[in-house]
């Protein structure tokens, strides 16, 4: 099955800083999709983004299809941004099952 | 729009007992749901996927058995837990994909249930 690496495994920022968090996949896949999961275990969608980028206020998503991976930005960032961020990525004809990576576990201080 | 409910968000049981958590999509029709879990400080572990209509299917490893799957309606995948031991404590989260024109067959996930087995 596909592989997905995320990193880095873990990242402590002070609060404003601007981070990049890297996802690489193993194979070619049609959906592609960032979440943010919170304290309480909510996963909370932040990107669907196969391909290209898009933006989002102080987040942005850039996906490079043939190159195999995805990376998420944080820019000034806040304390309530911290948690666990994962990438999912599925192939839709596979009955659209996603794999996940391990996530990158982000801390931001005050 | 788009948005997924799970039921209880938590439930400790004593061993032995089965416990059946509920996955509701709200606002759309999901002819698929998917299953998962996760432990502590891991990512999350697809389980099985629950398709309306028909028998779900198990991921490798998975007792089928031990974790009945009913997708009775287009809104609506139960998951229980038999015979539940303390080794199935965890975290089981639901998820459906929004096929509706436009949506791009994004997931959106459950709250997620904790489940604690003494």
């Known amino acids: 099955g596909i592989q997905v690496e995320q990193s880095p495994p873990d990242l402590i920022l002070q609060e404003g800083a601007n981070s990049t968090l890297r996802c690489n996949f193993s194979d070619s896949v049609n959906n592609l999709q960032w979440f943010h999961q919170n304290p309480w275990g909510q996963l909370i969608n932040l990107f669907y983004i196969p391909s290209g980028t898009k933006q989002n206020g102080r987040l942005s998503a850039t996906t490079v299809a043939t190159e195999r991976y995805s990376l998420l930005y944080i820019s000034s960032s806040q304390t309530t941004d911290s948690g666990v961020y994962f990438c999912?990525?599925?192939?839709?004809?596979?009955?659209?099952?996603?794999?996940f990576g391990d996530g990158t576990t982000l801390t931001v201080k005050p | 729009g788009a948005v997924v409910s799970q039921h209880p968000s938590w439930v400790i049981c004593k061993s032995g007992t089965s416990v059946k958590i509920e996955c509701r999509s709200l606002?759309?029709?999901?002819?698929?749901m998917f299953w998962y879990r996760q432990f502590p400080k891991q990512s999350l572990m697809l389980m099985a996927t629950s398709n309306e209509g028909s028998k779900a299917t198990y991921e490798q490893g998975v007792e089928k058995d031990k974790f009945l799957i009913n997708h009775a309606s287009l809104t609506l995948s139960t998951l229980t837990v038999t015979s539940a031991h303390p080794e199935d404590s965890s975290f089981y989260i639901c998820?459906?994909?929004?096929?509706?024109?436009?949506?791009?067959?994004?997931?959106?996930f459950g709250p997620g249930t904790r489940l604690t087995v003494l």
């Open positions: 606002d759309f029709q999901a002819t698929t």
């Open positions: 999912a990525v599925a192939l839709i004809t596979n009955a659209g099952k996603s794999t």
């Open positions: 998820s459906a994909r929004d096929h509706r024109e436009g949506r791009y067959n994004e997931q959106f």
